[in-house]
């Protein structure tokens, strides 16, 4: 599947974006999807996930109750929702899908369980 992630740009601390991730093919309903990001510096780490049909998701413990992760199948679109803003969010952000949904339920949280990846958009937040 591919994937083109949009949503990101310049915010001030305490603000709100909302990242979109489009994705190509009519197997998107059968992914669990995740976004990640990548500060500067730093190693790629996981945010958030949802299940392939949207009825689990799973957070990062520094975005719990600031970030919802969400999909519409219909529309081949997964979403992150991002409230509370802090600095150390600013990293470019990048959907994901990843086929264990065929083998489990469960949403991995590790980059090696994602096949597809988006091209990343970029959140900076201001203090």
């Known amino acids: 599947v591919q994937l083109q992630a949009s949503g990101g740009g310049l915010v001030q601390a305490g603000g709100s974006l909302r990242l979109s991730c489009a994705a190509s093919g009519r197997t998107f309903s059968g992914y669990h999807m995740g976004w990640f990001r990548q500060a500067p510096g730093k190693e790629r780490e996981f945010v958030a996930g949802v299940s392939y049909s949207g009825g689990s998701t799973v957070y990062a413990h520094f975005v719990k109750g600031r970030f919802t992760i969400s999909r519409d199948n219909a529309k081949n679109t997964v979403f992150l929702q991002m409230n509370g803003l802090k600095p150390e969010d600013t990293a470019v952000y990048y959907c994901?899908?990843?086929?264990?949904?065929?083998?489990?339920?469960?949403?991995?949280?590790?980059?090696?369980?994602?096949?597809?990846w988006g091209q990343g958009t970029l959140v900076t937040v201001s203090s």
């Open positions: 994901a899908a990843s086929k264990f949904a065929l083998i489990t339920p469960d949403i991995p949280m590790q980059t090696y369980a994602y096949d597809d």
